[in-house]
Nanobody, 124 residues
């Protein structure tokens, strides 16, 4: 069992940067694939980024590639999402997700554990 808690997001202007963090409880964090998803109002949840348990594999959605960076600190049981050059279309509730596995997926249904979500709003 993994419990995930995202830190508060925020309201920023277009072009600004923001770092999200997600703290995990339990001893299984270091053996878990971690991912970030987001859901804008009225839209389906979409994949943002994912990182394997030891960080050797990372996936990004095309829409964030080159702007966002996912990372993890297994000693701190925390996964991060550094978001640069933010755009109004990045506005959404951001969720972190986890699954105890050596594999990695961009499919939200593959992840059994989810945080509560944090709002990120980018104004133009």
């Amino acid at each position: 069992q993994v419990q995930l808690v995202e830190a508060v997001g925020g309201l920023v202007q277009a072009g600004d940067s923001l770092r999200l963090s997600c703290a995990a409880s339990g001893r299984t964090f270091s053996s878990s694939a971690m991912a970030w998803f987001r859901q804008a109002a009225g839209k389906e949840r979409e994949f943002v980024a994912a990182i394997s348990l030891n960080g050797d594999r990372i996936y990004y959605a095309d829409s964030v590639k080159g702007r966002f960076t996912i990372s993890r600190d297994n000693a701190e049981n925390t996964v991060y999402l550094q978001m640069n050059s933010l755009k109004p279309e990045d506005t959404a509730v951001y969720f972190c997700a986890a699954r105890g596995s050596t594999y990695l997926s961009t499919n939200p249904s593959w992840y059994p554990y989810w945080g509560q979500g944090t709002q990120v709003t980018v104004s133009s």
